[in-house]
Protein backbone atom coordinates (compact mmCIF):
# COMPACT_ATOMS: atom_id res chain seq x y z
CA UNK A 1 0.00 0.00 0.00
CA UNK A 2 1.46 3.62 -0.68
CA UNK A 3 1.40 6.66 1.49
CA UNK A 4 -1.96 8.22 -0.56
CA UNK A 5 -3.95 4.81 -0.16
CA UNK A 6 -3.32 5.46 3.66
CA UNK A 7 -3.82 8.65 3.73
CA UNK A 8 -6.94 8.07 1.71
CA UNK A 9 -8.37 5.45 4.30
CA UNK A 10 -7.81 7.81 6.92
CA UNK A 11 -9.65 10.42 5.26
CA UNK A 12 -12.63 8.65 4.78
CA UNK A 13 -12.76 6.77 8.41
CA UNK A 14 -11.57 9.94 10.09
CA UNK A 15 -9.83 7.62 12.01
CA UNK A 16 -5.91 6.73 12.38
CA UNK A 17 -6.49 4.29 14.60
CA UNK A 18 -3.79 1.11 14.41
CA UNK A 19 -4.79 -1.72 16.84
CA UNK A 20 -2.21 -3.79 18.22
CA UNK A 21 -2.81 -7.83 18.18
CA UNK A 22 -0.36 -8.66 21.17
CA UNK A 23 -2.03 -12.17 21.99
CA UNK A 24 -1.54 -13.49 25.37
CA UNK A 25 -3.33 -17.44 26.02
CA UNK A 26 -3.72 -16.54 29.52
CA UNK A 27 -5.81 -13.31 28.69
CA UNK A 28 -8.16 -14.49 25.61
CA UNK A 29 -11.62 -15.64 27.02
CA UNK A 30 -11.08 -18.86 27.93
CA UNK A 31 -14.03 -20.27 25.31
CA UNK A 32 -11.67 -20.12 22.80
CA UNK A 33 -9.20 -22.06 24.17
CA UNK A 34 -11.24 -25.53 22.50
CA UNK A 35 -10.80 -23.74 19.06
CA UNK A 36 -7.80 -25.65 16.66
CA UNK A 37 -6.58 -22.26 16.76
CA UNK A 38 -7.32 -20.00 19.78
CA UNK A 39 -5.07 -17.14 18.37
CA UNK A 40 -6.51 -17.08 14.90
CA UNK A 41 -10.11 -17.24 15.90
CA UNK A 42 -9.29 -14.37 18.57
CA UNK A 43 -7.82 -12.06 15.92
CA UNK A 44 -10.14 -12.78 13.35
CA UNK A 45 -13.40 -11.93 15.53
CA UNK A 46 -11.75 -9.02 17.06
CA UNK A 47 -10.72 -7.81 12.88
CA UNK A 48 -14.09 -8.75 12.01
CA UNK A 49 -15.53 -6.22 15.04
CA UNK A 50 -12.88 -3.31 14.46
CA UNK A 51 -12.05 -2.80 10.66
CA UNK A 52 -14.45 -0.16 9.91
CA UNK A 53 -12.49 2.08 12.90
CA UNK A 54 -9.09 1.56 12.31
CA UNK A 55 -6.85 2.33 9.75
CA UNK A 56 -4.42 -0.43 10.95
CA UNK A 57 -3.60 -3.95 12.40
CA UNK A 58 0.11 -4.42 14.41
CA UNK A 59 0.73 -7.71 15.24
CA UNK A 60 3.78 -7.86 17.51
CA UNK A 61 5.78 -10.54 16.45
CA UNK A 62 6.88 -11.93 20.01
CA UNK A 63 3.49 -12.97 21.19
CA UNK A 64 3.21 -15.61 18.28
CA UNK A 65 6.69 -16.65 18.33
CA UNK A 66 6.23 -17.56 22.46
CA UNK A 67 3.98 -20.12 20.67
CA UNK A 68 6.42 -21.50 18.37
CA UNK A 69 5.31 -23.25 15.07
CA UNK A 70 0.88 -22.98 16.06
CA UNK A 71 2.50 -19.42 16.90
CA UNK A 72 3.84 -18.16 13.55
CA UNK A 73 1.06 -20.24 11.69
CA UNK A 74 -0.97 -17.81 13.48
CA UNK A 75 0.65 -15.01 12.67
CA UNK A 76 0.62 -16.27 9.11
CA UNK A 77 -3.33 -17.06 9.09
CA UNK A 78 -3.71 -13.35 10.53
CA UNK A 79 -1.93 -11.41 8.28
CA UNK A 80 -3.33 -13.67 5.22
CA UNK A 81 -7.16 -12.86 6.77
CA UNK A 82 -6.23 -9.11 6.64
CA UNK A 83 -4.97 -8.96 3.14
CA UNK A 84 -7.74 -11.45 1.45
CA UNK A 85 -10.55 -9.55 3.21
CA UNK A 86 -9.69 -5.93 4.01
CA UNK A 87 -6.62 -5.18 1.87
CA UNK A 88 -7.39 -1.63 2.24
CA UNK A 89 -5.82 -1.69 6.18
CA UNK A 90 -2.11 -0.95 6.34
CA UNK A 91 -0.29 -3.99 8.14
CA UNK A 92 2.83 -3.53 11.09
CA UNK A 93 4.97 -6.65 11.13
CA UNK A 94 5.93 -5.20 14.94
CA UNK A 95 9.09 -7.11 14.90
CA UNK A 96 12.03 -4.80 15.55
CA UNK A 97 14.71 -5.92 13.79
CA UNK A 98 17.95 -4.73 12.00
CA UNK A 99 21.26 -6.80 11.71
CA UNK A 100 24.34 -6.53 9.27
CA UNK A 101 23.15 -5.95 5.32
CA UNK A 102 22.74 -9.45 4.31
CA UNK A 103 20.90 -10.56 7.61
CA UNK A 104 18.40 -7.96 7.48
CA UNK A 105 17.55 -8.65 3.89
CA UNK A 106 16.49 -11.92 4.86
CA UNK A 107 14.46 -10.07 7.96
CA UNK A 108 13.14 -7.82 5.05
CA UNK A 109 11.75 -10.57 2.91
CA UNK A 110 10.08 -13.07 5.60
CA UNK A 111 8.15 -9.81 6.73
CA UNK A 112 7.50 -7.65 3.51
CA UNK A 113 7.72 -10.43 0.73
CA UNK A 114 6.89 -14.20 2.56
CA UNK A 115 4.15 -12.73 5.23
CA UNK A 116 3.24 -9.50 2.86
CA UNK A 117 3.27 -6.93 5.72
CA UNK A 118 3.19 -3.33 4.72
CA UNK A 119 5.74 -2.25 6.88
CA UNK A 120 8.15 -3.43 9.80
CA UNK A 121 9.78 -1.93 12.75
CA UNK A 122 13.10 -1.79 13.19
CA UNK A 123 16.24 -0.38 15.59
CA UNK A 124 18.45 1.60 14.24
CA UNK A 125 21.22 0.88 16.66
CA UNK A 126 23.13 -0.66 13.83
CA UNK A 127 23.17 1.79 11.67
CA UNK A 128 22.64 2.84 7.76
CA UNK A 129 23.53 -0.70 6.25
CA UNK A 130 21.29 -2.12 8.69
CA UNK A 131 18.32 -0.59 8.03
CA UNK A 132 18.88 0.51 4.14
CA UNK A 133 18.18 -3.26 2.91
CA UNK A 134 14.46 -2.57 4.38
CA UNK A 135 14.29 0.74 2.95
CA UNK A 136 14.95 -0.70 -0.75
CA UNK A 137 11.92 -2.64 -0.59
CA UNK A 138 9.51 -0.72 -3.10
CA UNK A 139 5.91 0.11 -1.73
CA UNK A 140 6.62 -0.81 1.80
CA UNK A 141 7.33 0.81 4.96
CA UNK A 142 10.33 1.03 7.52
CA UNK A 143 9.14 2.41 10.93
CA UNK A 144 12.24 2.94 12.78
CA UNK A 145 12.44 3.61 16.32
CA UNK A 146 12.97 7.27 17.30
CA UNK A 147 11.92 7.87 21.05
CA UNK A 148 10.12 4.72 22.75
CA UNK A 149 7.68 4.74 25.03
CA UNK A 150 8.85 2.80 27.76
CA UNK A 151 10.87 4.34 30.77
CA UNK A 152 13.97 3.19 29.65
CA UNK A 153 13.33 4.34 26.26
CA UNK A 154 15.98 7.45 27.55
CA UNK A 155 18.57 5.72 28.45
CA UNK A 156 19.89 5.44 25.46
CA UNK A 157 18.01 7.84 23.34
CA UNK A 158 18.03 10.40 25.58
CA UNK A 159 21.49 10.93 25.53
CA UNK A 160 23.24 13.73 24.65
CA UNK A 161 25.89 13.43 21.70
CA UNK A 162 27.58 16.38 20.15
CA UNK A 163 24.65 18.53 22.32
CA UNK A 164 22.04 16.96 20.90
CA UNK A 165 20.17 14.03 22.45
CA UNK A 166 20.84 10.34 20.10
CA UNK A 167 17.63 10.08 18.88
CA UNK A 168 17.53 13.61 17.02
CA UNK A 169 20.69 12.58 15.79
CA UNK A 170 18.85 9.22 14.34
CA UNK A 171 15.96 10.86 12.99
CA UNK A 172 18.36 13.48 11.43
CA UNK A 173 20.62 10.72 9.90
CA UNK A 174 18.30 8.74 8.99
CA UNK A 175 16.89 10.94 6.37
CA UNK A 176 20.29 10.78 4.95
CA UNK A 177 19.34 7.25 3.89
CA UNK A 178 18.86 5.65 0.54
CA UNK A 179 14.86 5.38 0.09
CA UNK A 180 14.46 7.34 3.13
CA UNK A 181 10.78 8.04 1.62
CA UNK A 182 9.74 4.63 3.21
CA UNK A 183 10.22 5.85 6.42
CA UNK A 184 8.18 6.39 9.62
CA UNK A 185 9.04 6.43 12.88
CA UNK A 186 7.89 5.31 16.42
CA UNK A 187 7.87 7.93 19.14
CA UNK A 188 5.50 6.92 22.41
CA UNK A 189 2.21 8.24 23.24
CA UNK A 190 3.87 8.96 26.87
CA UNK A 191 6.71 11.32 25.28
CA UNK A 192 4.53 13.92 24.05
CA UNK A 193 6.12 16.58 25.16
CA UNK A 194 8.71 15.51 22.56
CA UNK A 195 6.58 15.76 19.55
CA UNK A 196 7.15 19.79 18.90
CA UNK A 197 10.65 19.13 18.38
CA UNK A 198 10.36 16.08 16.72
CA UNK A 199 8.01 17.77 14.10
CA UNK A 200 10.83 20.00 13.38
CA UNK A 201 13.19 17.47 12.08
CA UNK A 202 10.21 15.21 10.42
CA UNK A 203 7.47 17.52 9.56
CA UNK A 204 5.58 15.16 7.20
CA UNK A 205 6.69 11.76 8.12
CA UNK A 206 3.99 9.59 9.30
CA UNK A 207 5.10 8.95 13.22
CA UNK A 208 3.74 5.32 14.52
CA UNK A 209 2.87 6.09 18.20
CA UNK A 210 2.49 3.47 20.96
CA UNK A 211 1.48 3.26 24.78
CA UNK A 212 -2.42 5.22 24.38
CA UNK A 213 -4.11 3.06 26.60
CA UNK A 214 -2.56 0.47 29.11
CA UNK A 215 0.86 2.92 29.34
CA UNK A 216 -0.74 5.87 29.99
CA UNK A 217 0.24 8.11 26.96
CA UNK A 218 -2.91 10.68 25.88
CA UNK A 219 -4.14 11.48 22.58
CA UNK A 220 -4.69 14.78 22.59
CA UNK A 221 -1.27 15.78 23.85
CA UNK A 222 0.42 13.59 21.20
CA UNK A 223 -2.00 15.26 18.32
CA UNK A 224 -1.12 18.83 19.82
CA UNK A 225 1.88 18.80 17.71
CA UNK A 226 2.03 15.31 16.20
CA UNK A 227 -0.89 16.00 13.89
CA UNK A 228 0.35 16.64 9.79
CA UNK A 229 -1.91 18.51 6.95
CA UNK A 230 -2.23 14.80 6.02
CA UNK A 231 -2.60 13.34 9.47
CA UNK A 232 1.04 12.03 10.08
CA UNK A 233 -0.21 9.55 13.12
CA UNK A 234 -1.12 6.47 13.44
CA UNK A 235 -1.98 5.91 17.38
CA UNK A 236 -1.93 2.31 18.66
CA UNK A 237 -3.31 0.93 21.31
CA UNK A 238 -3.23 -2.97 22.11
CA UNK A 239 -4.21 -4.32 25.47
CA UNK A 240 -6.51 -1.37 26.02
CA UNK A 241 -8.79 -2.58 23.27
CA UNK A 242 -8.45 -6.12 22.47
CA UNK A 243 -8.67 -7.24 26.13
CA UNK A 244 -11.83 -4.31 27.26
CA UNK A 245 -13.77 -7.61 27.33
CA UNK A 246 -12.98 -10.89 28.90
CA UNK A 247 -16.36 -13.34 28.02
CA UNK A 248 -18.02 -14.11 25.01
CA UNK A 249 -18.52 -10.59 23.91
CA UNK A 250 -14.92 -10.00 23.92
CA UNK A 251 -15.00 -8.46 20.17
CA UNK A 252 -17.65 -5.98 21.20
CA UNK A 253 -16.29 -5.20 23.98
CA UNK A 254 -13.23 -4.04 22.02
CA UNK A 255 -15.45 -2.63 19.31
CA UNK A 256 -16.61 0.08 22.20
CA UNK A 257 -12.79 0.76 22.95
CA UNK A 258 -12.19 1.45 19.46
CA UNK A 259 -14.91 3.30 19.08
CA UNK A 260 -14.44 5.57 21.60
CA UNK A 261 -10.63 6.41 20.07
CA UNK A 262 -12.08 6.53 16.64
CA UNK A 263 -14.60 9.08 17.91
CA UNK A 264 -12.19 11.41 19.36
CA UNK A 265 -9.98 11.17 16.56
CA UNK A 266 -12.65 12.13 14.05
CA UNK A 267 -13.24 15.67 16.57
CA UNK A 268 -9.62 16.42 16.09
CA UNK A 269 -9.68 15.61 12.39
CA UNK A 270 -12.69 17.68 11.70
CA UNK A 271 -10.90 20.93 13.97
CA UNK A 272 -7.92 20.51 12.38
CA UNK A 273 -8.63 19.78 8.34
O1 LIG B 1 7.26 -0.46 18.18
C1 LIG B 1 6.25 -0.49 18.91
O2 LIG B 1 5.16 -0.77 18.47
C2 LIG B 1 6.41 -0.05 20.30
C3 LIG B 1 7.33 0.95 20.52
C4 LIG B 1 7.32 1.63 21.74
O3 LIG B 1 8.05 2.59 21.94
N1 LIG B 1 6.45 1.23 22.71
C5 LIG B 1 5.57 0.20 22.53
O4 LIG B 1 4.77 -0.06 23.44
N2 LIG B 1 5.59 -0.48 21.34
C6 LIG B 1 4.70 -1.65 21.14
O5 LIG B 1 3.34 -1.20 21.11
C7 LIG B 1 2.46 -2.10 21.79
C8 LIG B 1 1.84 -1.38 22.96
O6 LIG B 1 0.89 -2.19 23.58
P1 LIG B 1 -0.13 -1.64 24.70
O7 LIG B 1 0.69 -0.99 25.74
O8 LIG B 1 -0.80 -2.90 25.17
O9 LIG B 1 -1.08 -0.69 24.01
C9 LIG B 1 3.34 -3.29 22.16
O10 LIG B 1 3.30 -4.24 21.10
C10 LIG B 1 4.74 -2.71 22.25
O11 LIG B 1 5.74 -3.66 21.98
Not at 65 to 82: C, M, S, V
Request: overall charge negative; some cysteine; aromatic content about 10%.
Amino acid sequence: MNRQELIAQIQQKKSFLCIGLDIDLAKIPTHLLAEEDPIFEFNKQIIDATHHLAVSYKPNTAFYEAYGIKGWQALEKTIDYINTNYPELFTIADAKRGDIGNTSTMYAKAFLEDLNFDSVTVAPYMGSDSVEPFLAFENKNTILLALTSNKGGVDFQGLKTENEELYKKVLKTALTWKNSENLMFVVGATKAEYFEDIRKIVPNHFLLVPGVGAQGGNLHDVCKYGLTKDCGLLINSSRGIIYAGTNENFAQEAQKEALKLQQEMATILDSSW
